[in-house]
């Protein structure tokens, strides 16, 4: 597949999908229609994060200049217009996400993982003095770098075999374990989790409410059952891994851009329905489903 024809299948299905999103119901009451149809745009932003374009001026001078015959109004269109057309339709690619998590793609919802990933919203330097989410981010711990930042954590289930089912934005300072019941919230099953996720009181707490969360034992003098069934725990939960690897290289999710949480909330939902179409696609085509490099030859 080249890109031409992930731009085309992209437009046809969520033009297709959108009725069915809207149940018959208009998004505008009154005034003049948009130059560019609520599709054209909703294809652009994922075919755009798709490519890594998370800037709206990168990603309106890349169509511009490429693809004006698939998109011929976009001339016509001021960029602040496309920026507030595209941040206003951030429900309609919520319910357009969730209709395809839940009415598209085969998954096992028995079977999640979930984990957080740091989004720092600044450089550590310029914290102090950051005026963007004033009140919203703070100061948290990347594990990985090893380091502090100041931002967010994205807290994120996947359901077998890599599906984004359920994201929360917290302030960076908020453990996972207090998070970790509102990402859960009305699923049932089996949760793999990372070390931080072995908290007996939370355990017994999902396990009330019909889910068993397994994580690897973080402790030397672990039980023989624990120790062992660890390593396989973590090899099976590197899944998850794959996806925020993806989200942030590919759609750059580390670089914030957004001003707001309106606007910040937008930019994460367009990366989880670009995601879960990619899957959805693959799972079309018989391919692994978190094979994503395949749609621009």
Not at 1 to 21: A, G, H, R, V
Not at 76 to 104: G, I, P, Y
Not at 177 to 197: W, Y
Not at 231 to 244: A, E, H, K
């Amino acid at each position: 597949m080249n890109l031409d024809d992930f731009i085309i299948t992209c437009f046809y299905w969520i033009d297709e999908m959108m009725p069915s999103i809207l149940e018959g119901r208009r998004l505008r009451r009154r005034g003049p229609q948009p130059k560019l149809t609520d599709s054209e745009v909703l294809t652009m932003e994922v075919v755009g994060t798709y490519l890594g374009l998370n800037q709206e001026k990168r990603l309106l001078n890349f169509f511009r200049q490429h693809y004006r015959h698939f998109f011929p109004a976009l001339h016509q269109l001021h960029r602040s217009t496309f920026v507030r057309q595209a941040a206003n339709l951030w429900a309609v690619k919520e319910r357009m996400w969730c209709w395809v998590r839940d009415e598209l793609v085969r998954h096992d919802p028995l079977v999640g993982i979930v984990e957080s990933v740091p989004v720092p919203v600044c450089r550590f330097a310029r914290a102090p003095w950051c005026v963007r989410f004033r009140g919203s981010a703070s100061y948290g711990k990347d594990h990985a770098d090893r380091q502090t930042f100041y931002g967010f954590r994205l807290h994120l289930r996947l359901g077998w075999p890599g599906v984004i089912t359920h994201g929360f934005l917290a302030p960076a300072n908020e453990p996972d374990g207090e998070i970790a019941p509102l990402v859960l919230q009305g699923t049932q099953g089996i949760v793999l989790g990372d070390r931080g996720s072995w908290l007996p009181d939370l355990q017994a707490e999902l396990r009330e409410q019909g889910l068993l969360l397994q994580a690897p034992y973080r402790r030397a003098h672990a039980p023989l059952a624990a120790a062992f069934h660890s390593p396989v725990l973590g090899r099976v939960r590197y899944l998850i891994d794959t996806v925020f690897g993806q989200l942030t290289d590919r759609c750059q999710l580390k670089r914030v851009w957004a001003r707001d949480c309106w606007h910040l909330r937008n930019r994460l939902l367009r990366l989880f329905l670009m995601h879960t179409l990619c899957v959805w696609f693959n799972q079309q085509d018989d391919l692994p489903r978190l094979l994503l490099d395949r749609f621009v030859a």
